[in-house]
C-alpha cells in the first residue's frame, strides 16, 4: 500500500488563482507526475476548436422545442392547436406520432416518450408535444398557441405517503434483538436531504439527422451512448444498424446525462422523422434545471445500540427515497444506498429496510455517488452524535469498528482483499491535525460560554461573530456495478493494429471531463511497450464502438480499463508470436503492412470468487470498496449563520492511481460538490415545481467558496483488475458532506440532522439546543 499527497493552494479573495498546479510531493511522485502526459482534450477546448453539440453544424437543420405540463398531475383531455395559426410551416408531434413504443427505455419502463392524450400527466414540466421550426422566432411565437386541455388529479407529494413503490430491498444479518439487549445505549436519529442539481457546464444537447434508408443517427452530450441506442430501437422501431448514436464534446454529466439524453434522442429523432430533415434540441438552463433528473431526496432514520467504549452491536436503518414521478434509475440507487448505509463498520446485528416511492415530482436519478452520499451523510453524522454521547473522539470510535481484513458486511460479504479504511482514517487524522483542532475548538468554545459571549438560543451577540469546529467522516464505496450486474451487461472493449500501424482503442466509454481520452492510451501503451502517443481514441460512434457498458459507477477505469489491458495483452502476444517474438514495438508496422489490421475484442468475464444472489441480497455486493476519509475546518458566523468551509484534508484510496493529476482533480472536484450539498445546494419545491430553476437562484460553490485542500491518495490496488485500480469520481462525494456537518457542530454545539445545512438550519438548531 503506497501514499500519495498531492497539496493545492486554494483562490483566496482578492488574489488570483495559481498559474499552475502546484504538487508539493515527495520525489517519487513528482517524477510520476512530470512524467504523464496531460489531458489529451485539454489543447481543443482552451483554444474553442473542440466541437459540444451546439457547435456542429448540420445544413438545413430546424430548431426544436418541447411543450411541457404545467401541472403536478392531471389527465391529459386534448392538445388544441390555435386555428388562427398557420401550422403548415412548422412540425408538430404528438404520442399519435410515435412508430414504436412510446416509453423510454428503462429498469422499469413507466416513462412515455410524450403524454398520450387520455394518458396521465404525472408531474410538471413533463413532455405532452414537440415543435420544430425554421428558425427559434417561429418557435417562441408558436409555443403558447398550442394549449393543453387537462383535468386536474391530487398530488402525492410525500414520499411516505405514497402507495406506489419502485423498490424494496432488506438486508439482514445476526439477531437484532439480542443486539440491541446487550448495548449501553441506544440511540436514535432521523436525518433528512433533498434535491441537488448537477450543473454541469454544459446544457444537454441533442441533434437527429435522419438516413436515406429509414434510419437515424444522433449526436449529442451523454455519457451512455449504447442506452440511447438501444431506446432508439425500441422507440422508432428501427434495426440496431439504422439507429446510430455518436457523442460529442459533452461538458460535464455527473450521472445528469445517465438516462436522460434518451428522451431529448427520442425527441429530436421524432422530430427529424416527420420533418425529414435535421433537429436541433439544443435546452437552455432553465429547461435544463427544470425538466431533468436530480440527485433522490431522502429520510433516513437509524436506531443503533453500542456498547460503552463505542462497539457497536445492533444497527436497525430505515432508509425512503423519493423516486419522482417515474421510475429511471431508483431501484440501483436505492440499491446502493442501502448497501452502503451502515457506513465502513462491522456490526454483528444490522437491519436495513429501504424503499422508494412515486411522487408528483420531476424523476430524480443519478448523480455522483448514486445513493451512497445520502445514506453515508446519515450513517456518519448519527455515528458522529454517538460519539459525543459516550464522550469519545470521533476518531477513536472509528477506530474501534472500522472495517478490516477478514470482516463481514450485512450482506456476508467477506473482506478478503484492498481494505485500506484503517490507513485513510489514519493519514486523514494525522494530515489534518484532528486531535490537536478539536482540542483548540474545544477551549475557544470554553471560553466564550464562560465569557458568557453565546447565549443557549440564537446568537446576536457582537463580542463573539465567528466560531471554527473541525470535523470527520469515513465512508466506503462499492466499486463497479451492484451485485451481478457486471456479468448482466456483458461489457466489450477492443485494441485494434490497424492496417496503417496505428493501435485504436474502442469503447462504447466517454470522455465527459474526467479524464478517459488521457488514461486509456497510458494503459494501453504501457502493455504493448510503446509511447502513449501512438495509441489513438476512437471515436464514440456506436457504428464502430463495442458497447462498453455505461460510463457509470466509478466503472470505467477499473473494468472497461481492466479489459483494454487484457485486449492489449492478447494483441501484443499474438503479433509477436508471429514475428518470432520480436518486440511489439519494433514489429507493429511491418506486421499491419502484411497482416492488415488486428483486432481483439475483450469481454467481461466474472471476478474470481465473487457471487452474489440478486433475489436475497446475499454475497459479494462489490468485488472490491474504495476507502475514504475526509476532515473539514469550518467557520461559521454566529449572527447570520452562514458557513466558510477553510479546509479540506481528503484522503481516498484509488486501488492504484493511473495519473496522478487527473485524480487529483478528481478528489478535488467530488469534494467541492460535495461542500455545496452540504451547505448551499438546495431545491425549493412549490406544488410538485422547483423554483430556483435558474443559475440566478440555484447556487453552487465558486472559486472563492473552494476551501483548501490536502489530498491523499492511497493505493490498496484491487487484484481481480489487471492494473489494480477501482475507480475515484464517486468516493469523495460520500464524505464532504458529514465531514461539514460535523466541524459545524464543533463549531456552534448544535447538530443540524437536514441538509443543506443552510444559516437557516444552523440558527433553528441552535434556538433548539439540539
Not at 276 to 303: L, Q, S
Not at 519 to 536: Q, T
Not at 714 to 741: I, N, T
Request: with cysteine; proline share 6%.
Amino acid at each position: 500500500m503506497t501514499t500519495r499527497t498531492l497539496p493545492r493552494p486554494a483562490a483566496q479573495p482578492g488574489r488570483s488563482a495559481p498559474d499552475a498546479l502546484v504538487l508539493q510531493t515527495d520525489s517519487t511522485t513528482r517524477g510520476r507526475a512530470a512524467g504523464f502526459p496531460l489531458r489529451r482534450e485539454g489543447p481543443a477546448k482552451l483554444t474553442g476548436a473542440a466541437k459540444y453539440a451546439d457547435d456542429l453544424v448540420f445544413p438545413g437543420a430546424w430548431y426544436g422545442a418541447t411543450i411541457r405540463s404545467t401541472e403536478p398531475r392531471a389527465r391529459l383531455l386534448a392538445i388544441e392547436l390555435d386555428p388562427d395559426v398557420d401550422w403548415s410551416k412548422v412540425v408538430v408531434v404528438t404520442a399519435a406520432d410515435i412508430p414504436g413504443e412510446n416509453l423510454v427505455s428503462a429498469i422499469k419502463e413507466d416513462q412515455p416518450v410524450l403524454v398520450p392524450v387520455g394518458g396521465e400527466i404525472r408531474h410538471h414540466a413533463e413532455p405532452v408535444a414537440l415543435l420544430a421550426a425554421a428558425d427559434r422566432e417561429t418557435i417562441r411565437a408558436l409555443r403558447s398557441r398550442l394549449r393543453l386541455v387537462t383535468e386536474p388529479l391530487p398530488p402525492v407529494f410525500d414520499p411516505e405517503a405514497s402507495d406506489h413503490e419502485f423498490a424494496r430491498y432488506e438486508i439482514t444479518s445476526g439477531d437484532l434483538e439480542a443486539g440491541f439487549a446487550a448495548a449501553d445505549l441506544i440511540l436514535e436519529g432521523e436525518y433528512r436531504v433533498g434535491h441537488q442539481e448537477q450543473l454541469y457546464i454544459e446544457n444537454n444537447a441533442m441533434i437527429a439527422v435522419p438516413a436515406d434508408d429509414g434510419g437515424m443517427a444522433v449526436h449529442g452530450s451523454l455519457q451512455c451512448p449504447y442506452y440511447v441506442h438501444k431506446a432508439m430501437r425500441k422507440t422508432l422501431g428501427l434495426s440496431a444498424a439504422q439507429a446510430r448514436v455518436i457523442q460529442a464534446e459533452t461538458g460535464g454529466a455527473f450521472g445528469g446525462k445517465e438516462e436522460y439524453p434518451s428522451i431529448i434522442a427520442l425527441h429530436a429523432a421524432l422530430l427529424a422523422r416527420k420533418a425529414n430533415r435535421p433537429v436541433r434540441m439544443i435546452y437552455d438552463r432553465h429547461e435544463d434545471i427544470a425538466a431533468t433528473t436530480k440527485r433522490h431526496p431522502a429520510i433516513v432514520r437509524h436506531r443503533t445500540g453500542v456498547k460503552a467504549d463505542g462497539t457497536l452491536v445492533a444497527e436497525d436503518i430505515e432508509i425512503v427515497m423519493d423516486g419522482g414521478a417515474y421510475c429511471t434509475l431508483t431501484p440501483v440507487v436505492l440499491s446502493r444506498g442501502a448497501l452502503h448505509s451502515g457506513g465502513p463498520y462491522r456490526c454483528p446485528n444490522v437491519r436495513i429496510r429501504a424503499r422508494a416511492t412515486r411522487t408528483n415530482t420531476p424523476p430524480n436519478g443519478a448523480f455522483r455517488g448514486f445513493g451512497a452520499p445520502q445514506t453515508e451523510f446519515a450513517s456518519e453524522t448519527h455515528l458522529n452524535r454517538i460519539a459525543e454521547r459516550l464522550g469519545l473522539s470521533p476518531a477513536e470510535i472509528r477506530r474501534r469498528n472500522v472495517y478490516v481484513l477478514g470482516d463481514t458486511t450485512p450482506t456476508g460479504q467477506v473482506l478478503r482483499e484492498s481494505v485500506a479504511a484503517e490507513e485513510v482514517l489514519r493519514l486523514a487524522v494525522e494530515a489534518s491535525a484532528f486531535e490537536q483542532a478539536r482540542a483548540a475548538t474545544a477551549r475557544a468554545a470554553t471560553e466564550r460560554r464562560g465569557s458568557g459571549t453565546i447565549p443557549a438560543g440564537p446568537l446576536r451577540t457582537q463580542a463573539a461573530r465567528t466560531a471554527r469546529g473541525v470535523g470527520l467522516a469515513l465512508a466506503w464505496h462499492g466499486a463497479g456495478f451492484t451485485g451481478s450486474g457486471e456479468v448482466h451487461i456483458g461489457s466489450v472493449a477492443s485494441v485494434e493494429l490497424g492496417a496503417d500501424g496505428v493501435v485504436r482503442v474502442l469503447i462504447g466509454s466517454t470522455e465527459m471531463g474526467q479524464g478517459t481520452n488521457t488514461i486509456f492510451p497510458l494503459m494501453v501503451a504501457g502493455e504493448l511497450g510503446i509511447p502513449a502517443d501512438l495509441v489513438v481514441m476512437a471515436p464514440v460512434d456506436t457504428s464502430i464502438v463495442p458497447d462498453s457498458g455505461p460510463t457509470v459507477a466509478s466503472r470505467t477505469a477499473m473494468v472497461v480499463g481492466g479489459l483494454c489491458i487484457e485486449a492489449a495483452r492478447r494483441l501484443r502476444a499474438e503479433v509477436e508470436a508471429r514475428n518470432g517474438d520480436r518486440p511489439f514495438a519494433e514489429v507493429r508496422v511491418a506486421d499491419a503492412a502484411v497482416h492488415g489490421a488486428t483486432r481483439i475484442d475483450q469481454r467481461f468475464t466474472p471476478y474470481p470468487g465473487i457471487e452474489f444472489d440478486d433475489a436475497t441480497y446475499r454475497g459479494d455486493a462489490y468485488p472490491a470498496f474504495g476507502w475514504a476519509a475526509c476532515v473539514a475546518s469550518v467557520e461559521v458566523d454566529l449572527d447570520t449563520g452562514e458557513v466558510a468551509v477553510r479546509d479540506v484534508v481528503a484522503v481516498d484510496d484509488v486501488g492504484r492511481v493511473l495519473h496522478p493529476i487527473l485524480c487529483e482533480g478528481q478528489v478535488e472536484g467530488g469534494t467541492l460538490q460535495a461542500v455545496g450539498y452540504a451547505t448551499i445546494e438546495e431545491i425549493k419545491l412549490d406544488d410538485g415545481r422547483y423554483l430556483n430553476d435558474r443559475l440566478a437562484t440555484y447556487l453552487i460553490p465558486t472559486a472563492l467558496d473552494a476551501p483548501a485542500m490536502t489530498t491523499i491518495l492511497v493505493e490498496a490496488p484491487f487484484s481481480g483488475a489487471p492494473h489494480g485500480a477501482k475507480g475515484v469520481g464517486e468516493l469523495p462525494m460520500d464524505v464532504g458532506a458529514p465531514a461539514v456537518v460535523a466541524a459545524i457542530h464543533d463549531a456552534v454545539g448544535a447538530w443540524v440532522t437536514e441538509l443543506p445545512a443552510t444559516p437557516e438550519r444552523i440558527l433553528r438548531a441552535l434556538g433548539s439546543g439540539s
